[in-house]
């Protein structure tokens, strides 16, 4: 397993920025976030595979962009021009086997084995 911790949630008006922070114990073959609202299912929102190549939501291309800084042991979610419904608890996740190549997205919340605890965005 991993360990994730996630920071850098707040409250933003429609059309600001946010940036996520998931600091790792180490990194895993695919590691991402997902979103959730309550009553609805856990989202996918951004991916990146151990080999730099990223995957997002068709809801967030060109407005989220996901990196990592392999020195820092940190996966990132740069948020822009948010909307109310990105409204959502953000979630960093990491898995040790899949991976996540640009492409194909196969993957859902079920495959990722190590989760952080979660940061609220709120847009308005």
């Known amino acids: 397993h991993v360990q994730l911790v996630e920071s850098g949630g707040g409250s933003v008006q429609a059309g600001g920025s946010l940036r996520l922070s998931c600091s790792a114990s180490?990194?895993?073959?695919?590691m991402g976030w997902f979103r959730q609202v309550p009553g609805k299912e856990r989202e996918g929102v951004a991916f990146?595979?151990?080999?730099?190549?990223?995957t997002y939501a068709e809801s967030v291309k060109g407005r989220f962009t996901v990196s990592k800084d392999n020195a820092k042991n940190t996966l990132y979610l740069q948020m822009a021009s948010l909307k109310p419904e990105d409204t959502a608890m953000y979630y960093c996740?990491?898995?040790?086997?899949?991976?996540?190549?640009?492409?194909?997205?196969?993957?859902?919340?079920?495959?990722?084995?190590?989760w952080g605890q979660g940061t609220q965005v709120t847009v308005s």
């Open positions: 996740a990491a898995d040790l086997l899949i991976r996540c190549l640009p492409g194909s997205w196969w993957w859902s919340s079920g495959d990722f084995s190590s």
């Open positions: 180490r990194y895993g073959t695919c």
């Open positions: 990146i595979d151990r080999d730099g190549g990223t």
